[in-house]
Each structure stands twice: as C-alpha cells, then as structure tokens.
C-alpha cells in the first residue's frame, strides 16, 4: 500500500489499538530537532519518532497507541508508507528513533537502513532504527540487525512495553522480543555463512509470511487479518508457493516448511 506519508507536530489521540482509521494527507513540512532534556511527557522523558510501515490502519493504531504525547512522552513526526518515502521523512525530520517494518514496498527495512547508514552514523544526533514486524522468522531479525537497527519486536508488543523499548532505543540499548535474541546470538556467535536455500530465495517476502503462517494451522481468514490483506490476496499467495516449490497441498507445504526450521 502506498499512501503517502504525514509529519506532524506533536502526538495525536485516538482510539487505542489499530482498529481507528483515519486519513493520511500528503506531506505537510517536517518539525525540526526538539529539547528532549525536558520533553512533555508526565514521566519528562520524550522521544522524536517516525513510523514506517505499508499499512496505514496499522501505523493510525501505533499512532493512538504511543503517539499520546502529554502521557508518554512519545512525540511522532512523520509516516512513511514505502521506502522512498521513508528515507525522505526521515531525512526531513532527523527523529531520534524510526519504527521501521521489515517488508516494505521499494527494497523493504534493510534498504531504508542502507540509505540512512549516514543517520545512524551521526555522533551528534543519531537516528536510531527498531524494527516493528509481523515476522518472527531469523533472516529478517539477522538481516536488519546486520543493517544496523538496535532491536527487533513482533507486533504482538503491548503499548507499553513498545513505548519502553523506543526509549531503551533512543538511549543506545538493544532491544528485542524474547525469543529473537537468540537468533541474533546465534548468527554472530559463527563465523559461518548460513547455507543458500535456493527453492526459499524463489518466494517473495510476503510468500514467506503466508508461507509460515500456514505450517503454524492459520486459517486463511486468520492470516488475511494478521497481514492486513485479502483472503484472495491470501489465496493467490498459497497458490504461488505451492507452485514455485512444486508442493500439490498445505500438507506438503508444513512439512518443507518444517524440515527447514521455518515454523
């Protein structure tokens, strides 16, 4: 989805969680660097934050979630839709911590932190980067972790434990929902480069999602609602996986799945 993104001056209301939807506009200017010393949440804590991600009703519940800056000091001054859209916000508006989704249209989390290395490389006033995914899967932990974000979390975080690790972020900490750590751990405890699988490298990033989610016994329904797309976009998927690895059922489909240690 590319809807275009918007800077805004200071955090919103709304309706907890990610079922209130409201407009995006085009881009309306971007606010420049604040006095984080004492920022205006009850706690005098504040943090300058841009939220990336393809689904618009996912960033509007973040945005309710968070975005309350009087009570959690979290201030967010841009969305970003894609990945051009996303290097341009932050540019613009140098935020002190970017949530970034893994899979984005343009080049997807880890070409946004390739574009932004000179952000986050900034002594001064760094732009520090903690993904935001419905994914859970090692390469996409280890893959933007090696581009230089400082945590990963699935979008299963509550509000508040989100609101603490863009903090912890923003401070240099590492953060990471509990089981990725050890994927990360492990990737850079070997030295060895991990194996290609070249019938995985066929499919797409969103045939990876579909294609996980199905081996864990989701439903098509329940997979539509998790991704934020259609039972027939969810279909069409289904379809193309079992095509590109030559697989005639969802049966076949868990046990490849399993076999790699992709559930």
């Keep these: 989805m590319n809807d275009g993104t918007q800077h805004t001056s200071g955090g919103t ?8 939807a409201r407009g995006t506009g ?8 604040a006095d984080t010393t004492n920022g205006p949440g009850t706690t005098g804590r504040h943090a300058r934050v841009v939220l990336v991600d393809d689904h618009r009703m996912f960033r509007t519940g973040v945005q309710a979630e968070i975005g309350q800056t009087e009570t959690t000091g979290v201030e967010v001054v841009g969305e970003a839709a894609d990945v051009d859209q ?8 140098r935020p ?3 949530l970034l989704d ?9 070409e946004v932190l390739r574009r932004c290395a000179s952000l986050m490389a900034d002594q001064q006033q760094p732009v520090r980067f903690l993904a935001l995914s419905v994914s859970d899967a090692a390469e996409d932990v280890i893959g933007v972790i090696r581009g230089g974000a400082r945590g990963y979390v699935t979008k299963t ?12 972020v923003k401070e240099g900490d590492a953060v990471f929902s509990p089981r990725l750590a050890g994927f990360v751990l492990d990737a850079f405890a070997s030295t060895d480069a991990p194996p290609v699988d070249e019938d995985l490298d066929r499919l797409t990033q969103r045939e990876r999602e579909v294609l996980r989610l ?3 016994g989701y439903a098509y329904k329940e997979i539509a609602k998790q991704l934020f797309i259609s039972v027939k976009t969810v279909e069409s998927h289904v379809s193309a996986v079992l095509r590109k690895l ?4 969802r049966h076949e489909l868990t046990r490849w799945a399993t076999a790699r240690r992709l559930v």
């Design 26 to 33: 085009g881009a309306e200017g971007s606010s420049g660097p």
């Design 246 to 249: 030559q697989l005639s059922n």
């Design 214 to 216: 199905i081996a864990r």
């Design 13 to 20: 209301g709304g309706t907890s969680g990610a079922g209130g």
């Design 86 to 93: 996303a290097v341009t916000v932050i540019t613009a508006t």
């Design 157 to 168: 975080i509550t509000g508040t434990d989100l609101i603490n690790a863009v903090f912890r």
């Design 96 to 98: 002190e911590v970017v």
């Design 102 to 110: 893994v899979h984005l249209p343009g080049g997807g989390g880890v």
